[in-house]
């Protein structure tokens, strides 16, 4: 009991601190958000990604990087959406296999799959087949009741998806069969 007391203790007086010396708009923000404070200096970088997930009308993206091959999320609520040109597009021109240019800071919060907070652009640069609607109906009704090692080797063996497009599918078919 005393040892809860003094951790709460501790946590206060942190807290306290964070009030005194920021201001409090910054602090209540990532508190409430649940995300890293932002930081004015912080530059922006551009990430090249294929949209493995996407839902239009909340702006909720999962992708795969083109470069690390690992799954993250993102929102492209509040993001200018735009074409290779620059245009503006609407957000239903986004599907599963849209290759992305995406903007925002530096930095992933470390969840897996990984959350790429406060994207501000991203840009469609291309696309590639929507491997979800080739692949995945087929792989859960027939690995449904099959253990993770059969399962990755049924995906493993799909020679015309990129790795992070098998691992967005092995994600997907893994939560689906409540194992995520």
């Known amino acids: 009991?005393?040892?809860?007391?003094?951790?709460?203790?501790?946590?206060?007086?942190?807290?306290?601190?964070?009030?005194?010396?920021l201001p409090s708009d910054t602090v209540s923000a990532a508190l409430t958000a649940g995300t890293p404070m932002p930081s004015d200096s912080e530059p922006l970088v551009q990430t090249e990604a294929e949209i493995v997930s996407y839902d239009p009308d909340?702006?909720?993206?999962?992708?795969?990087?083109?470069?690390?091959?690992?799954?993250?999320?993102?929102?492209?609520?509040?993001?200018?959406?735009?074409?290779?040109?620059?245009?503006?597009?609407?957000?239903?021109t986004i599907s599963v296999g849209t290759l992305v240019t995406l903007t925002g800071p530096n930095r992933m919060l470390a969840t897996y799959p990984e959350q790429y907070p406060d994207v501000s652009q991203v840009q469609v640069t291309g696309s590639r087949p929507d491997f979800m609607a080739l692949h995945y109906d087929e792989l859960y009704w027939h690995h449904a009741s099959?253990?993770?090692?059969?399962?990755?080797?049924?995906?493993?063996?799909?020679?015309?998806?990129t790795a992070g497009e098998k691992e967005a599918l092995r994600y997907r078919l893994m939560c689906d069969f409540g194992l995520y």
């Open 58 to 92: 909340t702006g909720a993206a999962m992708a795969v990087g083109m470069r690390h091959g690992g799954l993250f999320t993102f929102s492209t609520a509040g993001a200018c959406l735009v074409d290779a040109e620059g245009r503006q597009i609407e957000p239903e």
């Open 146 to 161: 099959l253990f993770r090692d059969v399962l990755d080797v049924a995906v493993d063996g799909l020679g015309d998806l």
């Open 1 to 21: 009991m005393k040892r809860s007391r003094l951790l709460g203790a501790v946590l206060l007086a942190a807290s306290a601190l964070l009030c005194v010396l």
